[in-house]
């Protein structure tokens, strides 16, 4: 079992940063890929960001390129994700997640692909 414990979350307003972290504990050795997922209150878990655990690859979702970046320190076991230009769209529950199974053509995107996943951190942008 992998355990995901998502830190950094708070309120901000529109135009500044935060970071997210997420520590992974136990069986790290078998981590695939990470990600970044976020759900907006009556709206479904969405893909944000991902990247192998490894190194190598990223991916983003669309509406946060080039203002999101994920990154990672596989000495700490911790994922990061680094979040400029913040907007009040971006307000949600922020999930850190990921999968061991192996699919080098491409980072996954789906909720259901990600088999580890952490308790969520709130993030709140206010305009």
């Known amino acids: 079992q992998v355990q995901l414990i998502e830190s950094g979350g708070g309120l901000v307003q529109a135009g500044t940063s935060l970071r997210l972290s997420c520590a992974a504990s136990g069986r790290t050795f078998s981590i695939y890929a990470m990600g970044w997922f976020r759900q907006a209150p009556g709206k479904e878990r969405e893909f944000v960001a991902a990247?192998?655990?490894?190194?190598?690859?990223?991916a983003y979702a669309d509406s946060v390129k080039g203002r999101f970046t994920i990154s990672r320190d596989n000495a700490q076991n911790t994922v990061y994700l680094q979040m400029n230009s913040l907007k009040p769209e971006d307000t949600a529950v922020y999930y850190c997640?990921?999968?061991?199974?192996?699919?080098?053509?491409?980072?996954?995107?789906?909720?259901?692909?990600?088999?580890?996943w952490g308790q969520g951190t709130q993030v709140t942008v206010s305009s």
């Open positions: 997640a990921a999968y061991s199974f192996r699919f080098p053509l491409q980072l996954l995107r789906t909720p259901r692909d990600y088999n580890y």
């Open positions: 990247t192998r655990w490894s190194g190598g690859s990223t």
